[in-house]
């Protein structure tokens, strides 16, 4: 039905994540008459997200990529280079009082595995 850029507010994020700060969108997809359950419909967008992900694979140039966060009619899914206090300024939907959830959950990981990039090392 229709494709929307995703409002975010990148000010606060550090030089990383701006860099690498992808083009983030949100597309709307209307249930077809034929298709009468939730459950259904959900693997039917299961099935056309990874049927869609395999033909676009083939058809991205090599500097590029994309990846589908959700592709769900139940869930919305925000993902990024964030902390966990950046997400809601990040994302400005979140504080937009028109937007509402039952739930929100924030996963936050620290790797240990990783060297430190050249911006953040000490003199």
């Given at each position: 039905?229709?494709?929307?850029?995703?409002?975010?507010?990148?000010?606060?994020?550090?030089?990383?994540?701006?860099?690498?700060?992808?083009?983030?969108?949100?597309?709307?997809?209307?249930?077809?008459?034929?298709?009468?359950?939730?459950?259904?419909?959900?693997?039917?967008?299961?099935?056309?997200?990874?049927?869609?992900?395999?033909?676009?694979?083939?058809?991205?140039?090599?500097?590029?990529?994309?990846?589908?966060?959700?592709?769900?009619?139940?869930?919305?899914?925000?993902k990024g280079m964030l902390?966990?206090?950046?997400?809601?300024?990040?994302?400005?939907?979140?504080?937009?009082?028109?937007?509402?959830?039952?739930?929100a959950l924030v996963h936050?990981?620290f790797s240990t595995n990783?060297?430190?990039?050249?911006?953040?090392?000490?003199?």
């Amino acid at each position: 039905m229709a494709w929307r850029k995703v409002p975010t507010n990148y000010k606060m994020l550090g030089n990383a994540a701006r860099l690498s700060m992808p083009e983030i969108q949100q597309v709307f997809i209307k249930k077809p008459d034929s298709v009468k359950t939730e459950l259904e419909f959900e693997r039917k967008l299961y099935i056309l997200r990874r049927r869609a992900e395999n033909e676009l694979t083939s058809l991205v140039l090599e500097d590029e990529s994309f990846y589908f966060a959700s592709l769900s009619s139940r869930t919305i899914v925000y993902k990024g280079m964030l902390t966990t206090e950046q997400v809601g300024q990040f994302y400005l939907d979140i504080e937009n009082s028109l937007f509402e959830s039952a739930i929100a959950l924030v996963h936050s990981r620290f790797s240990t595995n990783t060297f430190p990039s050249l911006g953040t090392c000490a003199s």
